[in-house]
């Protein structure tokens, strides 16, 4: 017998649950990818894409994964044996730095601890130190996925503007766009990547460049630019095949506009709003079940806690037994903990991660923190009790 037989609930960091509203609005057949609809939908896709990211600046959608757009940043901006500095603090700030390292640029890690948030006193330090301004750019990680820790972007702005120095400053908001807050033009961000899978509910698939300006005018002084990756066509195309250099996405295209309604509908501020409660609440089960036990959030500090996912670490490691139970058992799959050095790989058993992005409700989040709560007690893993009623308690606003 497995109590797992029920609509399975996928709580891993990404990809994140497709609403039926989007997979429905995929379900049609094949349009035209010269004229109609699917050019009218690109269009109002980025006028609300810029929207939330709170820019006025550019946006070129690519047919990607994350991955392409850590690389479409750097194409644009990046020659070899240019400088890059990179303050890591988790396994994504690694993976950027290591794809810029393998597009031929001089990378300097700051590295920081995996419980803790970019330092900006650190960073000025390693850009007072760079006298002849050699930094092209400092690469960043709004929330590091690995670690489920939110840095302060605008933070690193004010570091660069007081040293008048003329990097470029660069966002990964893959993780988190749509979920912790992010404003890219307020906060003097040059270059902000996302993609499509996490808060924006729509399939892997779909990658955003939003870039400014100065980042404009940083790709103009290339040479050469890989030709897919080159964001300046994709901006402003002379026809519409030329946004994607190619034919268009026309179904990802099609969840897009119909994610973007429902964010639309529940409002942008609301939809974070939502975002900080669900994730206060399962914070709040996780303070429960320390007090009995080993079990401890990643971040101690609230205040650089995502809002998007949330690592958990149970030292002594019994974390993989645990998100096999609850697959097994309850249906519901937990994400794995990824090792957040540059050396060492998933899997280590002390730690899961929680991903509460996208389209997630009171009663989704309240099931997973329950069928945790069951399998911290069918594997006899100490905890302490009352994990389930905290989290209840911060959903009814009490
Ligand atoms: C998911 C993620 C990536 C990688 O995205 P893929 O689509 O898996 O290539 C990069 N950075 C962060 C912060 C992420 O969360």
């Not at 630019?225 to 034919?247: H, I, K, L, N, Q």
Request: aromatic share 8%.
């Amino acid at each position: 017998m497995s109590l797992a037989h029920g609509r399975e609930y996928l709580a891993i960091p990404g990809p994140s649950v497709i609403p039926d509203r989007v997979l429905r609005a995929m379900h049609r057949a094949a349009p035209n990818i010269y004229e109609g609809e699917l050019v009218e939908i690109t269009g109002t896709a980025l006028r609300d894409l810029k929207a939330l990211a709170g820019t006025a600046g550019d946006c070129a959608i690519y047919i990607s994964n994350g991955h392409g757009m850590w690389e479409a940043a750097l194409a644009n901006t990046i020659r070899p044996g240019d400088r890059v500095l990179v303050p890591v603090a988790g396994r994504f700030g690694h993976g950027w730095a290591e794809l810029a390292r393998d597009l031929g640029a001089e990378v300097e890690i700051l590295e920081f601890p995996t419980t803790a948030a970019v330092d900006p006193d650190r960073v000025a330090e390693a850009l007072r130190a760079d006298t002849a301004y050699g930094f092209r750019a400092v690469l960043a990680v709004l929330t590091d996925t690995s670690t489920g820790i939110r840095s302060d972007i605008a933070a690193l702005r004010r570091v660069l503007d007081d040293l008048g120095h003329p990097a470029l400053l660069m966002a990964d908001c893959i993780a988190s766009f749509g979920c912790d807050p992010f404003e890219m033009d307020d906060w003097g961000v040059d270059v902000m990547i996302t993609a499509s899978q996490k808060g924006l509910m729509t399939p892997p698939g779909l990658g955003f460049a939003f870039f400014n300006a100065r980042a404009a005018a940083a790709r103009d002084r290339l040479d050469r630019v890989s030709p897919y990756w080159d964001w300046r066509p994709r901006a402003a195309p002379e026809m519409f095949y030329r946004y994607f250099f190619g034919t268009a996405p026309t179904h990802h295209l099609f969840a897009l506009r119909e994610a973007l309604d429902m964010i639309a509908e529940e409002g942008r501020q609301a939809v974070l709003d939502r975002h900080a409660t669900l994730a206060r609440a399962l914070w709040a089960a996780c303070d429960a079940w320390g007090r009995g036990g080993a079990l401890a959030l990643n971040a101690a500090d609230p205040a650089i806690r995502s809002h998007a996912v949330t690592a958990i670490s149970l030292p002594g490691g019994p974390a993989d037994r645990l998100r096999a139970w609850c697959a097994a058992e309850a249906g519901v799959t937990l994400g794995i903990g990824l090792g957040t050095g540059a050396a060492t790989g998933p899997g280590t058993g002390e730690m899961f991660r929680v991903g509460h992005m996208g389209h997630v409700n009171a009663h989704m989040l309240l099931g997973v923190v329950g069928v945790i709560e069951a399998g911290l007690i069918a594997l006899d893993i100490p905890h302490g009790s009352g994990g389930v009623e905290a989290a209840a308690r911060v959903c009814a606003g009490r």
